[in-house]
Structure formats: structure tokens, C-alpha cells
């Protein structure tokens, strides 16, 4: 039999391509630099989707991509949370993931297994088989942060976190309302905050903890985490690691073509992530908004939210036929200035455009990374997971992006709102100073991970520590 000496990861990422994209980032820069051979093995619920495929093409043949076999959930509550069925997806593919540990280990030289936060059951097999296990965080420092503490929280705080009287403390990081907290954490009650509870207590079983981000993007939080501290695994920040290209379409798609007639830096792009879907009257009110304020813009239009629907997210069965859900006459009204896009845009490439001058994102942490590496401001619109908490850091901590206010009693932002913002953004001089910090980040990004930028000595270091590994005692 043949055996391979170059040491192999195995890396498993939860279901869906927000946790996929920046574990396939960090792959690539893994082979291409430090000469690993890599497994990606993909649990999910569902068969693999077109965003998950067009992630996965064009990788060095030393990656190795594997869907596990969808697990089913005939069994759960009705309605589950989308933490419940990524966190179980993961869990119930354990046994998958003991087999391909089984048939590796006398192939390869396996040194660790690398998994995301929601995927730490998998520990259990690397410990059964005595490879060291690592923990990649893909959000912010400031929600690793968090989910430290997550376990002294859950006793010291009695009730739900939205109704806690006093600011939550998060070290290094400004303090911060508990309705703002990500939404598992909104019902205690509920199997997703349990298993999410889990996973957090879990992640100091890891060997090293690596996390998407970069000293000055988050300083604070980033120092904090770097703190030893007795049980805590040592915290590697290696990012901001972002797609280049999104690489789905061979042709160049209309939007960005359509970019190439607009004037620098005078396009919002408008997109709420891989699954980020809004109300109705959200819809419109966001739609009457974009045209009042006169600006050009991208709009990444879907299906409105529905009550039955919670767990969409991984379902690329959505319509396309979106011009319905719109205002009467509105891509007629701003046809010389706007562009809808139904369901995906190649958002990398649209970001890098250089008509590209603002995005109004739902604040994912992909999607945050690719504005900063792209030095395009941020209109945050947070919407689900952990976003309340990154638009409360990046409008009051980072200064990266202007936020609109709610109509409470709405529970939606009006037109004269959206209009207000976006114009702010775009022209104004609030505008002017997030743009400036973002330029500034954006070079900072760069320098982060070049040759002798802190990322890139993070991640030799961790290569190094990876190699070392002694393995079948
Ligand atoms: N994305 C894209 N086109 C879209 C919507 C999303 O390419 O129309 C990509 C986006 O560039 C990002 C990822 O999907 O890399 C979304 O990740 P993020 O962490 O921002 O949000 P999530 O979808 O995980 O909530």
C-alpha cells in the first residue's frame, strides 16, 4: 500500500458555504505555502449546492473535497433552528468521519483535524485516534471572544440575555445590549442555544484556535485573546482570508459589465448573504428607498421571508421570477441607475469593481472580510446568526459603516431612512470618514498577509506546529 508522507489535514466545515468559503481559503493558503495535502469532508442535510460546488472547483489536486451522505431529520421539533440543523449535521456525520479517519490513517501522514464552531463533535474522533485537534473560527475576534465566556455567562446570567439589566462584557470589546447577542442565544429555551453551548464549552478541547481576522481591524479583542490564560488554547489570528474569485461563471456576468459603464466609486451594492432574506414590507420599503435616494445601485433581490420557512437557508430551489416582489414600475423607475439581480451576484468581483462605493450588507463575517480587503464603507443591516453583534462593532467600534434605524414599532426600516443613509454613504460626509478608515484597513489588510505580515508569521508558526506532530503513539 502507499504511503504518503506529506502531512495531511483532515478539515471539516459545518454545512452551508459560509463557514465553507473561509476553510477552503485557509486550505489553499496551507498547500500552497507550507505543502500540506488536505480532505475537506463536508457534512450537511442536504445534497451539495451550486454555491458549495463553485467553491469547491478549481482547487490544487493536493485538496481533496468529500460530501458526506446527507443526514436526515425526521425526528427533530417542527420548525428547527438553523443552528440546530447545522450543529446536528455535523454530529450525526461522526461515524463518517471515523471512516475516513480509519482509511487515512494508514495512507497519509495525518497530523490534525481542523473544524469550525459549530463542528467540535468531530473532536472526539481525532482524540480516539490521537491526532491533535484545532479550532478555525470564521466570525469575528469579538464573537470568539464571547464564545469563551459563553459558559460562565450561562450561570451568571438568569434569564433570557435581552431582558439582563445591565451592558454584557465581552473583553477588548465595547459593551454591548444582550438583545444585540447572536440569535441562538435569544431563547435559552431552544435546542440551538443549547448546542451552541456545547460546541463554545468544547472549544478549549482545541489545540490552537485560528480566527479570521487581523490585529487592526479588531485590536482590542484581538489583544485579549492573545492573554494566556489557564485552559484556553492559544488564539492564531490569520485572516482576513476572502475568496478571489468567485469563479461560478465562466461568462462575465451582466452586473458587472453593467459596472464598467458607471462612474468610480458610485454603485451600492446591496446583498444580505448566502441565505439573508427580508419581509415583504421590507422589501418595499428598502426598494422605495434606493430610489429616493437617487443613487445607483446592485441589488441582490429574493423570495421575501415567510413565516414557515426558518430553515431555507440551504435551498437553491429559490425563484427567480423576483420583479413581483418589488414596488409597481420600480425597475422601470430606476432602470438608468439600478440593476436587480435575483437570488446570487458574483459578489467578490463586484466588491472589486472600482465603480463599486458602498455595500449594504446583512454584516456576515465573509462578507465584512471581502469590503475590507476591498475598502468599500458598509451600510450594516444585520439580519440573522451573529450579525446584530458585528454591526454594533463595526458602527460604534470599528467606524466602518453607518447604520440605519428601525421604526420599532415596525419592526422595519422606512424608505425616508434607507434614502437618508444611503445618501450619507454615498455622499456625505459621515460617508467620507468610514470610507477613509476602510482605505486604511484595506492596506492594512494587505499588509497582514504579506510575506512578513502578522497573518502570514501566524500561519508559519502554526504550519511548523502542525509538522511536528508525532502521530500513532
Ligand atoms: N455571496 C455571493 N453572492 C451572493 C450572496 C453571497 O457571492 O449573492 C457570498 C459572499 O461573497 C460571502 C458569502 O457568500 O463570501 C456569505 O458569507 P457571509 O459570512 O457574509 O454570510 P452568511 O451567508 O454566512 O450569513
Not at 117 to 143: G, K, Q, R, W
Not at 241 to 246: G, I, P, S, T, Y
Not at 318 to 329: A, H, Y
Not at 338 to 360: D, I, K, N
Request: aromatic residues 8%; charged residues 25%.
Amino acid at each position: 500500500l502507499h504511503f504518503d508522507s506529506q502531512p495531511h489535514l483532515v478539515i471539516v466545515p459545518s454545512p452551508g458555504v459560509g463557514h465553507l468559503i473561509p476553510l477552503v481559503e485557509f486550505a489553499k493558503r496551507l498547500v500552497s505555502l507550507h505543502n500540506f495535502s488536505i480532505t475537506i469532508a463536508i457534512p450537511s442535510n442536504i445534497p451539495p449546492t451550486k454555491p458549495q460546488r463553485a467553491v469547491l472547483t478549481n482547487l490544487p489536486s493536493t485538496i481533496q473535497p468529500l460530501f458526506f451522505p446527507p443526514i436526515s431529520f425526521n425526528d427533530l421539533p417542527e420548525n428547527p433552528k438553523i443552528e440546530t440543523i447545522i450543529i446536528l449535521s455535523v454530529t450525526r456525520s461522526v461515524p463518517f468521519l471515523r471512516n475516513l479517519f480509519k482509511s487515512l490513517i494508514g495512507k497519509t501522514h495525518l497530523v490534525g483535524l481542523i473544524v469550525d464552531h459549530f463542528s467540535t463533535d468531530t473532536f472526539d474522533v481525532a482524540i480516539e485516534f490521537n491526532v491533535p485537534c484545532y479550532l478555525f473560527f470564521p466570525p469575528s475576534a469579538m464573537n470568539l471572544s464571547f464564545a469563551l465566556q459563553m459558559p460562565s455567562l450561562d450561570q451568571i446570567v438568569a434569564g433570557e440575555y435581552r431582558d439582563h439589566p445591565e451592558l454584557i462584557q465581552i473583553p477588548g470589546c465595547i459593551p454591548i445590549h444582550g438583545k444585540e447577542l447572536q440569535e441562538p442565544t435569544q431563547d435559552r429555551s431552544d435546542d440551538a442555544y443549547k448546542l451552541l453551548l456545547h460546541n463554545c464549552k468544547r472549544y478549549r478541547m482545541a489545540d490552537a484556535i485560528f480566527l479570521n481576522s487581523f490585529p487592526e481591524l479588531e485590536p482590542e479583542a484581538i489583544k485579549a485573546l492573545l492573554e494566556e490564560e489557564p485552559g484556553k488554547p492559544p488564539v492564531y489570528p490569520i485572516g482576513p482570508l476572502v475568496r478571489k474569485d468567485c469563479s461560478e461563471n465562466e461568462e462575465r456576468a451582466d452586473c458587472l459589465k453593467w459596472l464598467d459603464e458607471q462612474p468610480k466609486e458610485s454603485v451600492l451594492f446591496v446583498s444580505f448573504g448566502s441565505r439573508g432574506a427580508l419581509w415583504l414590507d421590507q422589501i418595499t420599503e428598502l426598494a422605495l428607498g434606493l430610489e429616493m435616494s437617487g443613487q445607483r445601485f446592485i441589488w441582490v433581490v429574493r423570495k421575501p421571508k415567510d413565516e414557515t420557512v426558518t430553515t431555507m437557508l440551504f435551498n437553491d430551489q429559490n425563484e427567480k421570477e423576483v420583479s413581483r416582489f418589488l414596488p409597481e414600475g420600480f425597475i422601470e423607475r430606476t432602470k438608468n441607475r439600478g440593476m436587480v439581480v435575483p437570488l446570487w451576484a458574483p459578489q467578490v468581483e463586484v466588491l472589486r469593481h472600482e465603480s463599486t462605493g458602498g455595500f449594504l450588507s446583512h454584516c456576515g463575517w465573509n462578507s465584512t472580510l471581502e469590503a475590507v480587503v476591498n475598502g468599500v464603507p458598509l451600510i450594516a443591516w444585520p439580519a440573522y446568526a451573529e450579525q446584530r453583534m458585528n454591526a454594533h462593532m463595526l458602527t460604534e467600534g470599528i467606524k466602518i459603516a453607518l447604520r440605519p434605524k428601525k421604526n420599532e414599532e415596525r419592526g422595519i426600516v422606512e424608505k425616508e431612512e434607507v434614502a437618508k443613509v444611503v445618501k450619507s454613504l454615498m455622499e456625505g460626509e459621515e460617508g467620507k470618514r468610514v470610507r477613509e478608515k476602510m482605505k486604511y484597513l484595506k492596506n492594512e489588510a494587505e499588509r497582514a498577509l504579506g510575506e512578513d505580515g502578522c497573518s502570514s508569521k501566524a500561519l508559519s508558526e502554526i504550519a511548523l506546529k502542525l509538522k511536528k506532530t508525532k502521530i500513532g503513539n
